[in-house]
Every structure is written in structure tokens, then in C-alpha cells.
């Protein structure tokens, strides 16, 4: 009976020691989702009240334009700035107008303006059903 506790306790310590000497697998389950997105952030006003965002995506960028110019055709005048794109080096005013009746052509031009750094400022007029931008640079 000694034999074998001896035997016994001998295979827990030795079985013990071989676990310890074992490399140690780390399992890393660390989940990480980036999103692949442009960053937007503007600076808008709608009558003359000056706001600050900041948007992801191009899903968000038009979804901001729609939103200016349905402000726009209910009477306020918005401008906007893309200010990752707008130039900080102080050179002459560079003033582009742009006069339309088309909602599509106002907004491609309005959208193509601030991707170019100018500051874009949409009126519309009801009587008329004119879109008259101007860009300020």
C-alpha cells in the first residue's frame, strides 16, 4: 500500500511540474471593426446662426446638402464650409455666383464648391423657383 501512494503522489507532483513547463497558448480574441469613411467637419450657418458638426461618411454629407437646401427652399439662407478643405492661407476674395431653377444642378455645383475649400451660400427664391449660390473662397 506505501508502493503505490508513494507511485501515486510521485505521478501528481511530476504531472504537476510537466503541466508547468508547458507553452502557455494566448488566445487573442480582441474584435476590432474600423470603418472606412471620409470625415467631414463643417462649419454652417442658417441665418446668420453659426453651427459647428462633424460628419462620417459620404451617406452623411449628402444627407447634411439635402438638409441645407430644404432650409434653403423654405426661406432661409444657409451657408456652409468644409473645413478640412477650406484653404487657411489669407489671399484675395475669390466670389463665384451661380444662378439655376434646377435643384440638382444647385446642389452638384454647391457640392463640387465646398469640396473645393469655398464657402457655399444658398438662396432661394419661391417666386421665382432660382437657386442663387455664391462661393467665397
Known sequence: ???????????????????????????????????????????????GATHHITLIGEDAWHDFLNRMFALAEEGHEVSFRNEDRASRVL????????????????????????????????RFDKETGIYTCNAIK
Do not use: P
Not at 494566448?26 to 462649419?43: L, P, Q, W, Y
Open 91 to 122: 489671399s484675395s476674395k475669390d466670389v463665384v455666383t451661380y444662378t439655376t431653377t434646377n435643384h440638382d444642378d444647385a446642389y452638384a455645383w454647391a457640392d463640387k464648391m465646398s469640396d473645393e475649400g469655398y464657402t457655399v451660400t444658398i
Open 1 to 47: 500500500m506505501r508502493k503505490i501512494f508513494i507511485t501515486i503522489a510521485l505521478f501528481a507532483v511530476l504531472g504537476t511540474l510537466a503541466v508547468s513547463c508547458q507553452k502557455e497558448n494566448i488566445i487573442d480574441d480582441t474584435c476590432v471593426v474600423a470603418e472606412n469613411g471620409t470625415v467631414f467637419t463643417v462649419s454652417y450657418s442658417v441665418d
